[in-house]
């Protein structure tokens, strides 16, 4: 638009100079000498004046740094501004006096044309002013100019300097961040917080070590106790185990028979068919943590009185145990000590920083006073050159922007499909991450399942097993009676020690009753009983007769002492045994209690998986809502296309009124005077072109500026978006990630205490099984004993036949003693009927004794293949837990850099609302100068018209009396008439002119209605963006609470599990760290610069480039 206007002017003074130049040639022979030595200066000086091309400025935006953190560049190009200013406004000098200098060329030839014909008076000539020299008030801008830059010059070499400092600052600070990230989970040192935090967080682990070490050491106290009592008691018990032995050397034999009746006893409590089942579901489940089993061979060589708990073997394992134990406390303290010393650092550093944040902000509010001084003297300068300003500057300028608009809105339209596009891309990622994290979600629910299902098989386990003991528990209940009673029986029995062969059969009939449970097993004792009965009616009348039977030797009384002895011995093992089972049934109830926060756990995950499900409902509705932002900004730009075809049509109507306009004022275009004011109009016209343009270059860097940073809160506002979202995506990520490893912890723990207790069982279970080998051999000696007691009794029943034989011959003395043999014979006879069956029970208790062992080998085997199973399933359940640690410290690590950059967004945006509110404020001040110099502008040109109309009632006068004088000028009619058409063509031309000018005018006016028009459209959008920013400022500070609220319930949860995670292990150290931070230091250093500089140039270089850059994170 500037270059056809300053087209058109150029060539109409041009032509106009060409004219008058064939003028005064056609004149010439009449004209004086000087004249004619004028013509070629003339001629020669008005090319230069109407088509001398103004000198382009440079600009200095192109001078800006593509990269801003080197100061060398900035000294380069960045601050070269003085000369260029001079340069300018030399520049403008040298065309203000040509334009002047060309003036005054054309208005000497005019007046020398008319002059030569009319003598007309040279009264134009003498009123203008010298050629040479330029307005007052131009020479008073040109001195102030100068006055500034030499001011400003020691400023920019400052401003350098400073950022100097600073870049060194920032270059100093970069590697101890960077030692902060590679040794700590953090990243700046902008977030003291954290750091406190972490520092907290050793501590905890410290003191976790601390008292892990003082549990470990005050076990090691205790099992070191427990093992001297229990070396103390197996002395006691070996002391009395001699003693008794060497009591009882008398009766060897004796003492042999009860041992062996005791053990058979023993044996037909623990071959029960209801207690040992040979695969019974619990023994089948504690296989598979059972340890390996000792060889048999070294077993059986030992006694049955040593048959104890071996510490001696345990002793090795908890030393080795607690060595491992001390040599990671060691490991500890020594971190403990590193992480200190790097503590003191991080101190040191945080003081200084400190300090240099203080000095920083003491030179901030030193800037911030210079900038303040700076922006008042700005003040007066721009009010000096508003003035100085005109309407067509601001209407050429509107029309400008209204191109730039068009282009930034088509620019805004493809940035729109640009972000759609990358929406619809973060869409499909998010949906593949949320189908990934179902998947995953899924397959831990499957495992949980899986789990959960073993959990219950355990159970149902533990509860047979629960029956079984309880079933033993009344077994052992009744065999204690029986003891008891058996107990009475024999004191009785050492007060008439005849009674004690005969007990003998029924004690031992009465020790076989407990494996017998059926409805047989009473009528047994019935039958017992009975014969009982009649051993004892015997006894009396045997006891009777003395001298017939035979004396029972005294050692009977010590054996009857061993048996109880032997007896309350049994009673303790019952009762151990009785101990036994309760703490089996405490396992039970430990059972369940895991049982029940598994399903809790489960519970847990199902709430988390809805709440995934929910927020991927959240993106779709975002999603939607950006849609519809697409569709409303296409809306915006359809309305900016009918407003400008509207803006079309008034411009064209406006046309033809100023065409209306100027063919009424054509009629005044007859006269000298005219062309003259049209010629002086034309100069100002161009002198007011020049000046429009420069205005123009000045206002285009920053309109660049205001639609940079529109564009730029538009992609911080969609960063906004998509890191919020990221972050809530984490922070699910990692509520599940710590229950998982929660979960996982606890697993451990239970899967240790179970190992722990299953050894503990194994061990048992081994002792168990030499005690019934031992028992099995007993039975083999005692079935060899009662067959030797079987043939003694065949002896005595011959020798009684013969004694019978005897008796017989002597029948007629001695009837009634034949009745009494009669009786001894038929008890001798149920006696070996009784030893019979004994024999049986022997020969099927032996049998059990085999099978029962051959099952215990097999399972010996079975629990071998079992340990190593579940040795391997532990190490992968070790290797799990440790990838599960990383993945989480992963995790955390990308919530802090997601944090972080969150609040780095805030501050931008933050910056950028003050940047755009002080722009608007200066904007609108613009637009306020513009429509008073518009209303003044207006009223002028009303002066001009009326002025006009005065002068067009002066000429009609002159007509007037030109036509009363027409007789006296008829010679010079013809000349007139000549110069009469060619002065119409001349102020037809220059009325064209002047109604292209003013139609221009028109338009400008109308594009300045349009821009305002468009401002206010800016204003609403700068609203909407500031509601859109509040909003996201409240969903950060809802993320915010959510946030702290997750930590808490985080803090607990780590608190609850810290004795678990400390038996587990320390955790694994931090990998790689975060993300790279931005260099916030090299963003303060250009914002002071962009606030200390006064010239506007600078500003909007510093804007355009390194700002500009830092701001664009996509890049």
């Not at 282009?407 to 940035?415: F, G, I, V, Y």
């Not at 036994?580 to 988390?608: C, P």
């Not at 027409?966 to 002047?994: C, I, M, N, P």
Request: charged content about 35%; proline content about 3%.
């Amino acid at each position: 638009m500037f270059q056809r206007l300053k087209g058109a002017i150029d060539s109409r003074i041009a032509e106009e100079q060409a004219r008058q130049k064939t003028v005064a040639g056609s004149s010439a022979p009449v004209s004086r000498s000087n004249s004619t030595a004028k013509q070629p200066s003339s001629r020669t000086a008005s090319p230069s004046t109407g088509t001398r091309p103004r000198r382009a400025k440079p600009k200095d935006g192109d001078a800006s740094p593509a990269r801003g953190p080197d100061p060398s560049e900035f000294e380069d190009g960045a601050f070269v501004i003085e000369d260029e200013a001079e340069d300018v406004a030399a520049g403008a000098a040298i065309d203000g006096e040509k334009i002047v200098t060309a003036e005054a060329d054309t208005t000497r030839e005019v007046q020398r044309s008319n002059g030569e014909g009319e003598n007309v008076p040279e009264k134009v000539t003498q009123s203008r002013p010298h050629v040479t020299e330029l307005p007052a008030d131009v020479r008073a801008k040109l001195q102030r100019l100068e006055n500034l830059q030499s001011k400003y010059k020691g400023s920019v070499a400052n401003l350098l300097r400073s950022y100097r400092v600073a870049h060194a600052r920032a270059v100093s600070i970069e590697p101890f961040e960077k030692a902060l990230k590679e040794n700590t989970p953090l990243a700046t040192i902008s977030d003291p917080d954290a750091l406190v935090e972490y520092l907290t967080q050793l501590n905890l682990k410290g003191d976790m070590v601390m008292d892990e070490l003082k549990r470990v050491s005050a076990d090691r106290d205790r099992y070191k106790t427990k093992f001297e009592d229990s070396e103390k008691e197996a002395i006691a018990v070996r002391g009395e185990l001699e003693a008794l032995k060497s009591s009882s050397g008398t009766a060897v034999k004796a003492t042999g028979n009860e041992q062996g009746e005791t053990l058979s006893m023993a044996e037909t409590v623990n071959t029960d068919p209801t207690t040992p089942s040979v695969k019974s579901p619990v023994s089948s489940v504690l296989k598979l943590f059972s340890p390996k089993q000792k060889p048999e061979s070294a077993l059986d060589n030992q006694d049955v009185g040593e048959d104890f708990f071996s510490y001696d073997e345990e002793l090795p394992k908890l030393q080795a145990q607690v060595n491992g134990k001390t040599a990671e406390v060691e490991g500890l303290k020594s971190r403990v000590t590193v992480l200190e010393t790097e503590l003191a650092m991080v101190k040191k550093s945080s003081v200084g920083n400190v300090e240099e944040l203080e000095t920083a902000h003491r030179e901030l509010s030193t800037f911030k006073e210079a900038i303040s001084l700076a922006d008042e003297r700005l003040e007066q300068i721009e009010t000096q050159s508003a003035e100085i300003k005109t309407l067509k500057s601001r209407l050429t300028t509107t029309e400008e922007q209204l191109s730039a608009l068009e282009a930034h809105l088509a620019e805004q339209q493809k940035q729109a499909a640009a972000e759609k596009s990358l929406l619809n891309g973060e869409i499909a990622g998010l949906k593949e991450s949320s189908d990934q994290e179902l998947r995953a979600a899924k397959i831990a629910k499957e495992q949980f399942e899986v789990d959960r299902k073993q959990l219950d098989i355990q159970m149902e386990v533990l509860r047979t097993s629960r029956e079984a003991d309880a079933k033993q528990i009344e077994e052992l209940a009744d065999s204690n009676k029986l003891l008891m009673n058996q107990l009475k029986e024999e004191t009785g029995s050492q007060t008439n020690p005849v009674d004690e062969p005969d007990s003998k059969p029924a004690s031992a009939n009465n020790l076989t009753v407990p494996p017998q449970t059926t409805g047989g097993a009473k009528k047994k004792k019935n039958n017992k009983k009975k014969k009982t009965g009649n051993v004892a009616a015997a006894v009396k009348e045997a006891s009777q007769e003395k001298d017939a039977t035979h004396t029972i030797p005294t050692p009977i009384a010590s054996d009857s002492q061993a048996e109880i002895s032997r007896l309350k011995e049994e009673i303790l093992d019952r009762d151990r045994q009785i101990e036994k089972l309760q703490t089996k049934r405490k396992l039970e109830a430990d059972l369940r209690e895991e049982l029940e926060n598994m399903q809790d756990n489960f519970l847990q995950i199902g709430q988390e998986h809805v709440e995934a499900k929910e927020k991927i409902k959240e993106l779709q509705g975002e999603k939607s809502a950006f849609q519809a932002k697409l569709t409303e900004l296409e809306s915006e730009v359809e309305i900016y296309k009918s407003k400008s075809e509207e803006s079309d049509k008034m411009r064209d109507d406006l046309q033809s009124l100023t065409a209306d306009y100027e063919s009424l004022k054509s009629k005044s275009a007859t006269l000298q005077k005219d062309l003259g004011a049209a010629q002086q109009l034309a100069a100002s016209r161009y002198r007011d072109l020049t000046d429009l343009r420069d205005v123009l270059q000045k206002a285009q860097p920053e309109l660049k500026s205001l639609r940079e940073e529109s564009t730029k809160l538009k992609t911080v506002k969609d960063e906004l978006a998509t890191r919020t979202s990221e972050l809530r995506r984490l922070e699910a990520r990692e509520r599940d990630l710590r229950s998982d490893v929660n979960s996982f912890k606890k697993q451990a723990a239970d899967r240790e205490g179970e190992i722990r207790t299953l050894n503990e069982k194994v061990t048992q279970e081994t002792n168990g099984r030499l005690r019934a080998e031992d028992q099995a051999r007993v039975a083999q000696r005692d079935m060899r004993k009662s067959e030797a007691e079987r043939i003694k009794l065949a002896a005595s029943g011959e020798k009684i036949s013969a004694e019978l034989g005897s008796v017989q011959e002597e029948g007629v003395k001695l009837r009634a003693k034949v009745h009494e043999l009669e009786d001894e014979v038929t008890k001798l006879t149920g006696m070996s009927k009784g030893l019979s069956e004994e024999v049986d029970l022997r020969s099927t208790q032996f049998n059990n004794a085999q099978s029962l062992l051959g099952s215990m080998r097999d399972q010996s085997a079975e629990m071998a293949m079992q340990l190593k199973e579940a040795k391997d399933q532990s190490e992968s359940l070790e290797e799990e837990l440790a990838e599960v640690q990383r993945l989480l410290s992963e995790r955390t690590r990308e919530g802090e850099t997601m944090r972080r950059l969150l609040a780095d967004v805030d501050d931008r945006a933050d910056a950028k609302l003050r940047e755009m509110r002080e722009r608007m404020e200066i904007a609108i001040e613009e637009r306020d100068r513009a429509e008073d110099e518009a209303s003044t502008n207006g009223r002028k040109k009303a002066r001009e018209a009326e002025e006009l109309k005065t002068k067009l009632r002066d000429l009609e006068r002159d007509l007037k009396r030109a036509i009363d004088d027409r007789d006296e000028f008829q010679q010079s009619e013809k000349e007139w008439k000549r110069k009469r058409d060619d002065l119409e063509g001349v102020s037809e031309r220059a009325s064209q002119e002047v109604s292209e000018v003013r139609s221009a005018m028109v338009e400008l006016r109308n594009a300045l209605d349009g821009s305002e028009k468009q401002v206010r459209d800016a204003e609403k959008q700068r609203g909407d963006l500031r509601r859109l920013l509040e909003e996201a400022n409240q969903r950060y500070e809802k993320l915010q609470k959510e946030l702290k609220s997750l930590q808490a319930k985080q803090t607990k949860l780590n608190d609850r599990s810290s004795g678990e995670s400390g038996r587990a292990g320390s955790p694994n150290g931090t990998g790689g760290r975060g993300l790279v931070q931005m260099d916030y230091v090299y963003l303060k250093t250009i914002l002071l610069q962009f606030l200390e500089v006064r010239d506007r140039k600078i500003q909007t270089s510093l804007i355009e480039g390194a700002i500009g850059q830092l701001l664009h994170m996509d890049k």
